[in-house]
């Protein structure tokens, strides 16, 4: 039976002595979780100064945060974020958007994730980059942020992704891995997460490859309630500061790993702010126990991840991948901007700022509108979701979607299609106000990946059910803060300099 929670023990001193031997070695110091959470803090912070942030330098760990400006290389005060009015979205709740493209190495908030599942391992013992291979399995973002991580400490990274990804994802890959053989494509698309599972089944028995499974390590929850909580209830303070009668009505978080939504948890705790899952609704996992195919890269399913808090959930919502496709093309071609900038009126700097905004961010605005749509929101309920990485990701998608929906060429008639009937004609479909009962339902499906497939204990998947197990977990993160301080100080690296401001 596999043991449901990483404690913060050492396991196994040697090899941890090793992995201390290997950082010092190649100079490099761990940031600890709060200061992730809040790097103007942080005592140890390098000078970045003329540090590239696509390159995999172990200064690039120190920007693996929100507050990285938008060229990615200095820092700010405040995460950046776009706010989306009435004229974009059709409801008068203003849309605030977390921006993940700023994140270094791989211009999303994934890599975050992929720091914060490998650490815990590198300061029990349970992970020598010596020897050890690092295998990172995803739909594209997080074996992408595994790997980068991997390059850092030096040490093998093995992705393993399906094989129907976006190809931007897989040529990213291929200049990154320090071998070709050590990018695994396993059968299917984006919600193929089985055969994900069932290809590391295979790795494991390599006592070598040790597997880091964003869908059940818990630090990855852990990693997104206290950084990414806390950015975007930074950047709420900022926005009510000058609304004090705003509040924070909605977080809304297509789930993936499930690792994004625990900000929904701290935030619930702070604001008392609704937490609402996304999914696809060609794969209504959350809504319907259904499966199917989709192209919303990077929300997987036809499982629900171990580390979704689900009995915390209030809302589901599902959204067409038609629509995300649609507005894919509407924001990322010229006469799409020139419809949205002309005819509609809308801001330049908004509609240019969809540059930074992905598929699985558009996804999560349409959810955004259904959830303001369905609950009435007017404009003082504020409702914060997140683009995860960049249109960058998805030029392929566009020429696809092309040559499939429009193969004699798309114009500004075509663009007010698509602003019609996927922007303007957003209705509150497929919305689920979770019942306890549905709650159940969604939490008891996990059994059949956890209990029955994955080989979890049955008493380990239900301690999930009560808020207590997660919040033992949130107060866990001063014990790993610890742990990290006294693995750096016994790597001993010279302190680097404060970084100037
Ligand atoms: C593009 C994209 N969007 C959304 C998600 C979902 O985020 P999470 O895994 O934190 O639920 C991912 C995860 O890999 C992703 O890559």
Redesign the pocket.
Known sequence: MKSLVLEPDIVDAARRRSAVERLRAINVTLPTWSELADPASAEAMPDLHGVDPDQPLAENLWRVHWFNDAARRGQVAMPGHVVLGKDLTGVKAPIVVLL?RRYPMIG???VL?AYACLVPRLVTGQFDPARDRAVWP?????CRGGVAISRILGCRGVAVLPAGMSRERFDWLAQWVADPADIIRTPGTESNVKEIYDKCAELRRDPQNVILN??SEFA?YLI?YHCTGKAFDRVFAHLSASRPEARLAAFV??????????AGDYLKRRRGSRTVAVEAVECPTMLDNGYGEHN?????DKHI?LIHNVMNTDLVVGVSDHATDALNQLFGSNAGRGYLTGRRKLDAAIVSAFDDI????L??IIAAIKTAKHLDYGRDDVVMT?A??SAD?YRSERQSYLARRYPDGFDEVSAGEIFSRHLEGVVDDHVLELTHRDRKRIFNLGYYTWVEQQGVAIEDFDRRRDQRFWQSLADSIPVWDRMISEFNAEVGTAAPKRRAV
Do not use: E, M, R
């Open positions: 993940g999303a908030h994934k994730a995803s739909t594209g973002n997080y964003q869908f990855n997104h978080s297509a789930t993936g790993s499930a690792g994004t939504i625990a919303i890269q990077g929300i997987g991840p992905g598929i699985s961010g996804c999560n997140v995860t990485d990701l």
